[in-house]
């Protein structure tokens, strides 16, 4: 079966028309005006992982635009007992679900609901795949403070491998023409991501990620996720944490991004965080009118 | 058996008999009687009746092929398979022998095991031949008592799907087989590699996110066989669907250095790719996994020259739920027992232009030498009655739908495809016609 109009899986097949359809649509929401496009309409959050950020983003979106809200976490509910995501999806579905969020550890996991359940599925991380909703939150963002896409380059610094925030973004931004370095440690960021979209590069060198930067993306080391993997993170810091004489190397106005959650003292230091450079809780902030334009498009009422 | 349909005697007339064995490539007559072959002439030169005659004017005719590598999932996990079942499928696909593997529920550890597979209330109606586990409970700990084993109709010993790390028990279990001429088939994966792998590691499973086992856990451990198989008396090394290219350099290494390494390679290996995969469809999911266009092209060649000993199809059937998952936690498998011979012709023949003689040997005298066995693998006078007649040129679409196997987890439903099995025959009688 093929997914349900207005779902959303991932950037990588999405077209920049629509991405762009999408981001101009979401300049026109307004969290504090509510517009009631989800008047009656059923958004359940199935969230398999832990989230702060997108849960809260996607029930406010939600709630803001009329829409009732069920979420579903693993622990409490039937998944707990071993129910199927499967049978979960059709429960879901039973109940009168409208529209899917779902986040869960495992990548690919949303193509497997979109499949076998004909309710628009949004996915909103699977495990080390993709993150299309942060991916567009950032776009907006990025959008709000540079104007264009036109000319830019990004660094992305840190985990690469483990990030699905890292692979939305490549692919969004590689299809507007902007300049991406990834920049780590092999372990983290192994060569073989250049493949990932055109216009990807991959440097081992804090220095040649950010000369001639205009946005800095930072991205925490998921430990969790390392899976025998050993880091040295002294070494990490050492050569690739975010500190005021690094940003120097950037453009003078370069942006400073992170999706969070950060970890001051690792990936970047509190100047960096609490400096005037950093966009971060923006990016948080932005996360509500591109969710609203998001759920929008999964109801046929982005229009 | 009503005695009205006991048959003695069956004449395939009017083939074209392929014998890589006895290097027969020609219009032949077959004569099948009591179980063995009786005769094999020149068109319409033998003398005498037959109780039954097969037409087989445009047909391929060639020993009953063998499938060194099947999963039939008994003991125990009889919602995927059964010996009936997986049996039935084999017949479809033209097999008159499988070799099934010993991860069973329990185990296949035992003299009293081997015994229950080989009952006839199991129902199988192709020739079945047990693989036992070779350590118990295939911990990897401690060899199973291989001669005994061997005795009572083992044809060879593996741990497959869990492979001997161990280099010692690995040294202790060549040893032993070598001084019983009983095979070795290692699953070479190195397991410490792989913890949470799905997939090959390449392009696509990065762009996937998911794991990736890389070429390298298959080939250490290939390798280390290899090494020890050429350094130990006599001892026999199966290589269980090899996948990679660098494998295929050591066993290449092994074969020159005279060691006795044989090894097999699957049709998914040899069709598919990583990069065949698309949205997390887990009929891709298969261990070893789809590997590198690269790999796939090596193992081409490997076919071509006459490295490879043997195709095996690895039909590993599971349940819908096992399957219809999030793609990091479905089984590794696909069934394969019926689609083996036309994807053989389809990609080798047609598309690589190997010899059909060479495949029906990859089918029948390679995988009989790699398991000693005797009076299979080829129609000489005095061989087992088993025969494989199929169509070379009928193109037909695989419907997964009418699969004879109790699973469905493939990735070939609906692939148009040619190559057609036309009948299967097991000690002289017919078992499936197409």
């Known amino acids: 079966m093929n997914p349900a109009r207005g779902s959303l899986l991932g950037i990588e097949h999405l077209e920049a028309a629509e991405i762009l359809k999408l981001l101009k649509f979401a300049r026109r929401m307004n969290p504090d005006k509510p517009r009631p496009l989800l008047k009656g309409k059923r958004v359940f959050l199935l969230f398999y992982e832990a989230s702060t950020r997108t849960r809260s983003s996607f029930e406010t979106a939600a709630k803001v635009m009329g829409a009732h809200t069920v979420l579903i976490q693993s622990f409490g509910s039937s998944i707990e007992k071993g129910e199927s995501l499967l049978d979960t999806g059709y429960t879901v579905r039973a109940v009168g679900a409208d529209v899917i969020v779902i986040r869960h550890p495992n990548a690919g996991a949303p193509y497997v609901m979109a499949q076998h359940i004909d309710v628009p599925v949004i996915n909103a991380g699977d495990g080390l795949h993709e993150h299309p909703s942060q991916a567009l939150l950032d776009a907006y963002t990025i959008l709000r403070n540079k104007k264009t896409f036109k000319g830019l380059q990004i660094a992305i610094v840190g985990d690469i491998f483990h990030s699905r925030v890292a692979r939305s973004a490549c692919h969004l931004l590689s299809k507007f023409g902007v300049k991406i370095i990834l920049c780590g440690p092999p372990e983290l960021v192994p060569d073989i991501a250049t493949t990932l979209a055109p216009g990807v590069r991959v440097t081992r060198h804090i220095e040649d990620a950010l000369r001639g930067t205009d946005v800095v993306m930072l991205l925490r080391v998921q430990t969790e996720r390392l899976s025998g993997l050993k880091i040295d993170l002294a070494e990490y810091i050492a050569r690739y944490q975010m500190n005021p004489a690094r940003l120097k190397m950037a453009k003078r106005d370069a942006m400073v991004m992170h999706p969070g959650p950060i970890i001051r003292g690792l990936e970047l230091t509190s100047e960096i965080a609490d400096g005037a450079q950093a966009r971060i809780l923006e990016e948080v902030h932005n996360g509500v009118p591109t969710r609203m334009a998001i759920l929008a498009r999964a109801i046929g009422r982005m229009r | ?434």
Not at chain 2, 9 to 18: D, N, P, R, T
Not at chain 2, 227 to 237: E, T, V, Y
Not at chain 2, 279 to 286: E, G, H, L
């Open chain 2, 1 to 434: 058996m009503s005695p009205e349909k006991k048959r003695t005697s069956l004449l395939i007339k009017g083939g074209h008999l392929v014998d890589p064995a006895a290097r027969i490539d020609a219009p032949m007559d077959v004569l099948l009687k009591d179980g063995r072959v009786a005769e094999v002439a020149l068109p319409n030169k033998i003398k005498g009746g037959a109780d039954e005659k097969f037409d087989a004017r445009g047909l391929i005719v060639a020993p009953g092929f063998i499938d060194l590598h099947v999963h039939l999932r008994e003991p125990g996990q009889t919602h995927k398979e059964t010996l009936a079942t997986g049996t039935s499928a084999a017949a479809a696909g033209g097999f008159t022998s499988v070799c099934t593997m010993p991860n069973t529920v329990p185990v296949v550890d035992s003299v009293e095991w081997i015994e229950w597979l080989r009952q006839s209330e199991r129902g199988a109606v192709v020739n079945v031949f047990a693989i036992a586990a070779a350590t118990r409970s295939s911990k990897g700990a401690t060899l199973t008592d291989f001669r005994a084993l061997q005795t009572v109709g083992a044809i060879a010993v593996t741990d497959d799907g869990k492979p001997i790390l161990d280099d010692n028990i690995m040294r202790e279990a060549l040893v032993l087989g070598g001084e019983l001429n009983f095979p070795v088939v290692q699953h070479a994966e190195d397991t410490r590699m792989t913890e949470n792998c799905s997939m090959h590691a390449g392009a696509r499973s990065f762009r996937l996110g998911l794991r990736g086992m890389t070429a390298a856990a298959e080939a250490s451990i290939v390798e280390r066989d290899v090494q020890l198989a050429m350094h130990i008396p006599n001892a026999r090394l199966h290589v269980a669907h090899l996948s990679t290219a660098d494998a295929l350099k050591s066993v290449r290494r092994g074969k020159r250095g005279k060691a006795r390494v044989t090894f097999e390679v699957t049709p998914h290996h040899f069709t598919l790719a990583d990069e065949d995969m698309r949205d997390y469809d887990s009929n891709y999911k298969m261990n070893p996994p789809l590997r590198s266009v690269s790999d796939r092209e090596a193992i081409l060649a490997a076919l071509a020259d006459g490295t490879v000993d043997a195709i095996a199809t690895d039909h590993a059937p599971h349940a819908a739920h096992e399957k219809e998952v999030e793609f990091e936690r479905a089984a590794f498998g696909i069934t394969g027992l019926e689609t083996a011979l036309a994807l053989a012709i389809t990609r080798l023949y047609r598309e690589k232009r190997i010899p059909l003689a060479r495949i029906v040997e990859l089918f029948t005298a390679g995988p009989a030498r790699c398991f000693d066995l005797r009076g299979r693998g080829s129609l000489v006078r005095g061989s087992v009655a088993d025969v494989t007649v199929f169509d070379a040129k009928k193109k037909w679409t695989f419907d997964v739908g009418k699969s004879l196997s109790k699973s469905r987890n493939t990735p070939f439903d609906g692939w148009q495809l040619t190559g057609k099995v036309v009948a299967t025959i097991v000690g002289g009688k017919i078992v499936y016609s197409g």
